[in-house]
């Protein structure tokens, strides 16, 4: 006869009891598969906890049991006590360059390559964990942290690693304003973004990446919007990052734009404080505006040059919302030049036909800012086509 388990008809035993076979000896116990249908095993996949069990099950011993159970250590008993960790599911602690750090960032910065959408779905489904618990994208990480980071596959083809063309990395080169070994700050270009996003395929972090590969550590210090040319600072250390971070949020930093706005300008030196909201949905486009229910925005602004279709303005900013600028200037009934959301059309179209400006007229132009016990000051010029405006306004208004 078989030496294995016998049972009664219609009964067997529960989970986790013992059965004796014929032979006389102990038989090992038999469990369910915790993993067993596959909704289990596509969560398991997904790296979510299904089961505190290890997923082995033994219908047989895997060697010899004599007579003395005592003598025996159960298989599944040994494996009970060992959490069942997915393949490719890594543990990081947060060590002290870090801290301060938001999570999306972290996770980007250890997941290369990985699309924003993609970070954002695995912190939202829970298979990022923060200290084991759920946790929000904007999290702000702390020494000592543990950072659950799931297994993650970015597609089946390699993509090619992005090269910036030859005339891209000529103008980035040409662009830096100021270089030590915390803090790169850039004149950057109208109409480049500075990442990569929907519909593009690379930023100003990603060319400067690519250009700069040797760099163990390159991140955007703030944002600068695609049509907006001027001072962008980058942080070459974690812990430069933190403090230019911690400098914005307790506005510390000093950021000047120079901003082109129809007609004249007859308000002297003004403070605009209005709230704004985002996402506004006008004729399928989402738009900045001013709401009562917006978030608190604070613009000062300047003259610096008044002409009679248009002024020149410096503006301020002691809060930084998405089109600050242009949305108060907007507000106030002076629109900014070449701005094709917020703007004037026939104005802009003045502006381009007479003056040759075929851009938004906003240059960050200064950028003032504390780092490690010193004082970072650096002015950014305006390029040929903004300054070719500027010539043209003034020489109108020598004819005139």
């Given at each position: 006869m078989s030496g294995r388990p016998q049972y009664a008809k219609g009964r067997r035993p529960s989970a986790g009891s013992a059965v004796k076979s014929c032979s006389g000896r102990k038989g090992v116990e038999q469990r369910e598969n915790p993993l067993k249908t596959p909704a289990r095993r596509a969560k398991w996949r997904a790296g979510l906890k299904t089961d505190n069990r290890v997923l082995f099950q033994f219908r047989r011993p895997i060697w010899p049991i004599?007579?003395?159970?005592?003598?025996?250590?159960?298989?599944?008993?040994?494996?009970?006590?060992?959490?069942?960790?997915?393949?490719?599911?890594?543990?990081?602690?947060?060590?002290?360059?870090?801290?301060?750090?938001r999570l999306d960032n972290f996770l980007l910065r250890e997941l290369k390559g990985a699309p924003k959408s993609l970070i954002y779905r695995i912190v939202r489904t829970g298979q990022v964990r923060l200290n084991g618990g759920r946790v929000q994208p904007g999290q702000r990480l702390q020494v000592g942290d543990m950072v659950r980071i799931p297994p993650v596959r970015l597609g089946e083809r390699?993509?090619?690693?992005?090269?910036?063309?030859?005339?891209?990395?000529?103008r980035l080169q040409e662009a830096v304003?100021?270089?030590?070994?915390?803090?790169?700050?850039?004149?950057?270009?109208?109409g480049l973004a500075v990442h990569k996003g929907s519909g593009l395929e690379y930023g100003v972090i990603e060319a400067l990446r690519a250009l700069r590969s040797n760099?163990?550590?390159?991140?955007?210090?703030?944002?600068?919007?695609?049509?907006?040319?001027?001072?962008?600072?980058?942080?070459?250390?974690?812990?430069?990052?933190?403090?230019?971070?911690d400098a914005f949020r307790a506005g510390q930093v000093e950021k000047r734009y120079l901003a082109l706005v129809r007609g004249h300008w007859n308000h002297g030196p003004r403070e605009?404080?209005?709230?704004?909201?985002?996402?506004?949905?006008?004729?399928?486009?989402?738009?900045?505006?001013?709401?009562?229910?917006?978030?608190?925005?604070?613009?000062?602004?300047?003259?610096?040059?008044?002409?009679?279709?248009?002024?020149?303005?410096?503006?301020?900013?002691?809060?930084?919302?998405?089109?600050?600028?242009?949305?108060?200037?907007?507000?106030?009934?002076?629109?900014?030049?070449?701005?094709?959301?917020?703007?004037?059309?026939?104005?802009?179209?003045?502006?381009?036909?007479?003056?040759?400006?075929?851009?938004?007229?906003?240059?960050?132009?200064?950028?003032?800012?504390?780092?490690?016990?010193?004082?970072?000051?650096?002015?950014?010029?305006?390029?040929?086509?903004?300054?070719?405006v500027l010539d043209r306004l003034s020489s109108t208004v020598r004819r005139a």
């Open positions: 004599s007579d003395n159970s005592d003598d025996y250590n159960s298989p599944m008993n040994t494996l009970q006590i060992m959490p069942a960790v997915p393949a490719g599911v890594r543990h990081l602690d947060v060590t002290p360059e870090y801290a301060g750090q390699e993509e090619r690693p992005f090269q910036p063309s030859p005339g891209l990395a000529e304003l100021y270089e030590d070994r915390e803090i790169l700050i850039l004149n950057k270009p109208a760099e163990p550590f390159l991140e955007l210090a703030h944002r600068l919007d695609r049509e907006t040319s001027g001072c962008l600072a980058l942080a070459r250390t974690p812990v430069a990052l933190r403090q230019i971070q605009v404080n209005q709230p704004l909201r985002r996402n506004v949905l006008r004729g399928g486009e989402r738009m900045v505006e001013v709401l009562e229910d917006g978030k608190p925005a604070l613009t000062r602004f300047r003259p610096v040059s008044l002409h009679k279709p248009a002024s020149l303005l410096e503006a301020s900013i002691a809060t930084g919302r998405t089109h600050q600028i242009r949305v108060h200037a907007a507000h106030v009934g002076h629109p900014l030049a070449g701005d094709d959301k917020y703007g004037d059309a026939v104005f802009n179209r003045l502006m381009a036909g007479q003056y040759g400006l075929h851009r938004l007229f906003l240059h960050a132009h200064s950028l003032n800012l504390p780092l490690g016990g010193r004082e970072i000051a650096v002015s950014a010029p305006l390029d040929a086509e903004l300054k070719a």
